[in-house]
């Protein structure tokens, strides 16, 4: 993808539709490309995230892959928005019927809402998966744009997707080891060249002290240690994935995995600092398990 990012270093943005009280009008078109899975990489991936053996794929591999038509549909000239410096806020996906990843995806992108946020606008841009026409897949990603503008809403009250939960039965599930490489290996296996991810010196050109993990390999890094922490791990599907990210992973880092609140049918996970201090994404899934 290093072409849409040379795109979106010189692609113009209407900032007047930012600025605007009402929110800016996105553009209705699709992008829609047909995904034939290469095992091969799939394999890497698997590897690369620690996913465990399973009858059923990585609930977050799909979305990865769309990554690519994100991109385009984030380019689109009717887009009012910039593609360098939106923040990836929160995830939401759906596993709407098993995906076999022996047959070819016809996956369509576009943007899906736009709502006013404290500090300026957080946009969705939906990925539907469909397989022999038939929707299987459905992922919402959502970015803020920063911006001052006389509609932003005021600060709302922290809450938290644990605000139910009791968070006394906290229970730590797994570690993770990010590496100083980890933003580079990941993006040689996504295609997400983006420079606050590859290293210290491309991070500082846009504000940030070091390079940070991408928000999708640590969620990616969390749903693999709760099904691996699973007796009945293979039988496991994971078919809704929700996720907040809250503060950046700094690389290289030491990382914990917390999950809270266990049911026959959901969790809630955390993943932290090595001290527990800080939440870097909050997550809830929902899973079945066949016997």
């Known amino acids: 993808m290093f072409r849409e990012y040379t795109k979106a270093l010189f692609k113009r943005v209407d900032a007047r539709q930012l600025m605007q009280f009402k ?3 996105l553009p209705q078109r699709i992008y829609t490309k047909t995904l034939t899975i290469d095992n091969a990489h799939y394999g890497t991936f698997c590897q690369e995230v620690d996913w465990p053996e399973s ?3 990585h609930p977050l591999y799909l979305q990865m892959l769309s990554l690519p038509l994100q991109m385009q549909c984030l380019l689109d000239k009717q887009s ?8 990836h806020a929160a995830n939401k996906v759906t596993v709407v019927e098993h995906c076999n990843l ?11 809402d736009v709502r006013p946020h404290s500090r300026g606008w957080e946009v969705d841009v939906m990925l539907e998966a469909l397989q022999s026409g038939q929707l299987v897949y459905r992922a919402i990603s959502s970015y803020l744009v920063k911006v001052k503008a006389v509609h932003v809403v005021p600060l709302a009250v922290k809450s938290d997707m644990h605000d139910d939960c009791d968070m006394h039965d906290r229970v730590l599930i797994g570690e993770i080891c990010a590496h100083a490489n980890t933003g580079r290996r990941y993006a040689k296996l996504s295609g997400d060249y983006n420079p606050i991810h590859l290293s210290t010196i491309s991070a500082k050109a846009f504000g940030f002290k070091q390079a940070i993990a991408h928000g999708m390999w640590t969620l990616s890094q969390a749903v693999s240690a709760f099904v691996s922490h699973q007796d009945n791990a293979e039988a496991l599907t994971v078919s809704e994935v929700s ?4 503060k950046p992973v700094f690389l290289p880092n030491e990382l914990h995995i ?3 609140c266990k049911t026959e049918a959901s969790v809630f996970l955390d993943v932290t600092d090595g001290n527990d201090n ?5 997550a809830s899934l929902a899973f079945t398990t066949k016997e």
Request: a positive charge; one cysteine or more.
């Open 278 to 282: 800080v939440v870097h994404l909050s």
């Open 23 to 25: 929110p800016p009008t």
């Open 80 to 87: 009012p928005f910039p593609l360098l410096g939106l923040i």
């Open 243 to 246: 996720c907040r990210f809250k």
């Open 102 to 112: 022996s047959e070819p995806f016809e996956c369509r992108v576009r943007f899906y």
């Open 258 to 260: 917390q999950q809270h």
């Open 55 to 57: 009858q059923h794929p």
